[in-house]
C-alpha cells in the first residue's frame, strides 16, 4: 500500500506542470521595436492581400473556364435534345404509318368480305336458277317420254311384236 502512495506522489510530481516553475520574465520592447514590428506586420498583411487579391483573380478565371466547358455542355444537351425531339418525330410517322396500314388493311378485309358474299349470292342464285330450269326441262322430257310410252302403249295392243319388245323393257 505504501508503494502505491509513493507511485503515485512520484508520479504527479512529474506529470502534473507547475506554473511557477513555467514562468518566464521578459523584457520590456522599445518604441522603435514595436515601430519595426508594426511595420513588418503591415507589409506582411500587403503581401498577404497581394496573394489573396492574386488568388481571387486566378479562381475568377478558373470560373470562367469552367463556365465556357458548361456553355459548351449545354450546347450539347440542346443538341441531344434536339436529335431526341427529331426521334420523336420519326416514331409519330411511324405510328402514322402502322395506323394508315391498319386502315388500308381493314379496307381491304372488308372489301374481300364483300367479295366472297356476292360471289356466295352469285353461286346460290345461278345454282338455284340452274335447278329450276332443269326441274322444267326435266319435266318436259318427262311429259313427253311419258306421251311417247303412252302411245306406244296403244300401238302393241295391235302390234304384238311392239308389245313383246316394250315387256322386256318393263314397260308394259
Known amino acids: ?66 463556365d465556357k466547358r458548361f456553355e459548351g455542355i449545354d450546347k450539347r444537351f440542346e443538341d441531344i435534345d434536339k436529335r431526341f425531339e427529331d426521334i420523336d418525330k420519326r416514331f409519330e410517322e411511324i405510328d402514322q404509318r402502322i395506323t394508315d396500314l391498319v386502315h388500308t388493311a381493314n379496307t381491304m378485309m372488308v372489301v374481300f368480305g364483300g367479295l366472297v358474299v356476292a360471289m356466295m349470292g352469285l353461286v346460290f342464285w345461278d345454282r338455284r336458277t340452274l335447278i329450276e330450269k332443269a326441274k322444267e326441262v326435266t319435266v318436259r322430257h318427262i311429259e313427253t317420254e311419258s306421251r311417247v310410252i303412252k302411245v306406244l302403249k296403244e300401238l302393241s295392243k295391235s302390234d304384238k311384236k311392239l308389245a313383246e319388245v316394250l315387256r322386256s323393257f318393263g314397260l308394259l
Open 1 to 66: 500500500m505504501i508503494r502505491k502512495i509513493t507511485f503515485i506522489l512520484l508520479f504527479s510530481l512529474f506529470f502534473i506542470p507547475v506554473r511557477g516553475f513555467s514562468y518566464q520574465k521578459t523584457m520590456p520592447l522599445t518604441d522603435k521595436e514595436i515601430i519595426e514590428r508594426l511595420t513588418r506586420l503591415e507589409e506582411g498583411q500587403k503581401a498577404l492581400e497581394k496573394e489573396q487579391k492574386m488568388f481571387r483573380e486566378e479562381m475568377n478565371e478558373r470560373f470562367k473556364g469552367i
